[in-house]
């Protein structure tokens, strides 16, 4: 992890069936890049229509700051990523999901 005062980077391998879960980013936008592998990207727009989003290796993908999303690696060559977050993250909030939002579940604080 690379951390600054004004943004933080961070590196993840991805396990097969792994999944982020329902989570915001406590006001922090971001930038996903798909080192190597795929992901799959679970949100619900404003609307509650989900959106479905694929990120392979060498593309990217943004969040803003009230993103919720959920991003998993389903199957194929392993998945690497990485994602770089201004401002840097203070932590996360765990979301239920259902078909009319989300209600916050746990917050994780962010190890430094």
Not at 8 to 35: C, K, L, P, Y
Not at 92 to 104: M, N
Request: one cysteine or more; glycine letters at 8%.
């Amino acid at each position: 992890m690379i951390l600054t005062p004004t943004f933080e980077v961070h590196i993840q391998a991805w396990a097969q069936d792994e999944s982020s879960d329902w989570h915001d980013h406590r006001g922090s936008s971001g930038a996903v890049t798909a080192v190597s592998g795929s992901l799959v990207e679970h949100a619900r727009a404003k609307n509650y229509v989900d959106v479905v989003r694929r990120c392979k290796a060498g593309t990217s993908s943004t969040i803003g700051p009230d993103h919720v999303h959920d991003v998993l690696f389903v199957a194929g060559a392993p998945a690497v990523s990485m994602r770089a977050y201004p401002p840097p993250l203070w932590g996360l909030t765990f979301c239920d999901c259902s078909e009319v939002g989300f209600a916050a579940r746990k917050y994780v604080e962010e190890e430094r």
